[in-house]
């Protein structure tokens, strides 16, 4: 079948799926307090829609690990404190989960310079070309997720360019790239050019989630 076919019957499993995550109150949302379970909701969301397994921990910089997720509590903070309002805070919450359980979800932690296929995911390009892809991939399918949430995605937006971290570098998308790849996440149906091109064919994405 062509990824054409694969992005229509991604839009129909959206459809049909609803999305009816577990409604979260970020009012009551408490900074310098222990606020994991906002997480861990989030995550068993991701889980409950897209049936991928994960474990989650705690601990420096946010990762994505084989069968695991590694929040960081304190950027996390830092991000959640630039918007007082509370759909915002969950937005910026989710999308982050997200971004990180799709890296998961597409088996892309499990790639390498040496190696280069693995589950439906290969990499045609150098791996610093294909882990740019990767990128977009994931920022395209959590811009997705949040807007079949109905969540905003303009503070992920205003997260990307306002800090440093996300201007891009040999392996990441620029700023500009990640806010296209949330824009495009509006849209329906899915963007093949992020999931086969010439540096990297990721149909995993398709034959997992369409399911």
Same mark, same amino acid.
């Given at each position: 079948?062509?990824?054409?076919?694969?992005?229509?019957?991604?839009?129909?499993?959206?459809?049909?799926?609803?999305?009816?995550?577990t409604?979260?109150?970020?009012?009551?949302?408490?900074?310098?307090?222990?606020?994991?379970?906002?997480?861990?909701?989030?995550?068993?969301?991701l889980?409950?829609?897209?049936?991928?397994?994960v474990?989650?921990?705690?601990g420096?910089?946010f990762?994505?690990?084989?069968?695991?997720i590694?929040?960081?509590?304190?950027?996390?903070?830092?991000?959640?404190?630039e918007?007082?309002n509370?759909?915002?805070q969950e937005?910026?919450? #989710?999308?982050? +989960?997200? !971004?990180?359980?799709?890296h998961?979800?597409?088996?892309?932690?499990?790639?390498?310079? @040496? *190696?280069?296929s693995?589950?439906?995911?290969?990499?045609l390009?150098?791996?610093?070309?294909?882990?740019k892809?990767?990128?977009?991939?994931?920022?395209?399918?959590?811009?997705?997720?949040l807007?079949?949430?109905?969540?905003?995605?303009?503070?992920?937006? #205003?997260?990307? +360019?306002s !800090?440093?971290?996300f201007?891009?570098?040999?392996?990441?998308?620029?700023?500009?790239? @990640? *806010?296209?790849s949330?824009?495009?996440?509006?849209?329906?149906?899915?963007?093949?050019?992020?999931?086969?091109?010439?540096?990297?064919?990721?149909?995993?994405?398709?034959?997992?989630?369409?399911?």
């Open positions: 079948m062509k990824l054409l076919g694969y992005g229509f019957l991604f839009a129909l499993f959206l459809l049909q799926k609803g999305f009816s995550a409604p979260l109150d970020f009012s009551e949302y408490r900074f310098g307090q222990n606020n994991r379970r906002f997480f861990e909701t989030i995550i068993k969301d889980m409950i829609e897209y049936g991928q397994p474990t989650t921990s705690y420096k910089d990762q994505a690990k084989i069968d695991r590694v929040v960081d509590e304190d950027k996390m903070e830092k991000y959640l404190k918007t007082q509370p759909k915002e937005a910026i919450a #989710r999308f982050i +989960l997200a !971004h990180e359980y799709f998961v979800a597409l088996k892309h932690v499990q790639t390498s310079d @040496r *190696v280069r693995v589950d439906g995911v290969e990499i390009g150098t791996f610093s070309e294909a882990r892809q990767m990128e977009q991939q994931v920022d395209h399918l959590a811009a997705k997720y807007h079949q949430l109905g969540l905003p995605t303009e503070p992920v937006q #205003r997260l990307f +360019l !800090h440093p971290e201007h891009g570098g040999d392996s990441y998308p620029s700023a500009q790239e @990640r *806010v296209d949330v824009l495009r996440g509006a849209r329906p149906g899915i963007e093949e050019s992020y999931f086969d091109n010439q540096f990297i064919k990721c149909t995993f994405a398709f034959r997992a989630l369409v399911r």
